[in-house]
């Protein structure tokens, strides 16, 4: 079985000042048209488009933001939140988007159990 994806993609950015910038970006990609296993879904190139705003100190910057991503499981578009600190150490700048993380941990706390009714 063969299946062709293609996809393009981009991103623009625009410096309001020396410490805040904006960021949009997208990626459309074509769907294969045939339904492969749950393993390889996850390496098939999909949609997606969102946005982030930056915020630039000396040795850390912190970007915030939304993508929407479509999800090929459930054939519908998912949302996830953009929280992405970078540290800049010696030259060299570490970055990790903890956005999905965060979603996650929001959507699986269920808290205390409610209080027992009265009949």
């Known amino acids: ?3 062709v994806v293609f996809s393009v993609g981009g991103s623009l950015s625009y410096s309001l000042n020396n410490q805040l910038s ?3 970006f997208g990626r459309y990609a074509t ?3 045939v339904i492969f296993s749950p393993a390889v879904m996850s390496m098939i190139s999909t949609s997606r488009f ?3 705003a930056t915020y630039d100190f000396d040795y850390f910057s912190l970007s915030g933001g939304v993508r929407r991503e479509f999800n090929p499981y459930t054939n519908n578009w998912d ?3 953009i929280i992405m600190p970078t540290f800049k150490i010696g030259g060299a700048e570490i970055s990790i ?3 999905p993380a965060v979603k996650n ?3 699986n706390h269920q808290g205390p159990p409610p209080p ?3 009949k």
């Open 1 to 3: 079985m063969n299946a």
């Open 50 to 52: 969102g946005g982030y």
């Open 97 to 99: 988007d903890v956005g």
């Open 105 to 107: 941990a929001i959507q």
């Open 79 to 81: 949302t996830y939140p």
């Open 22 to 24: 904006l960021t949009a």
């Open 116 to 118: 027992p009714q009265r």
């Open 31 to 33: 769907t294969p048209g």
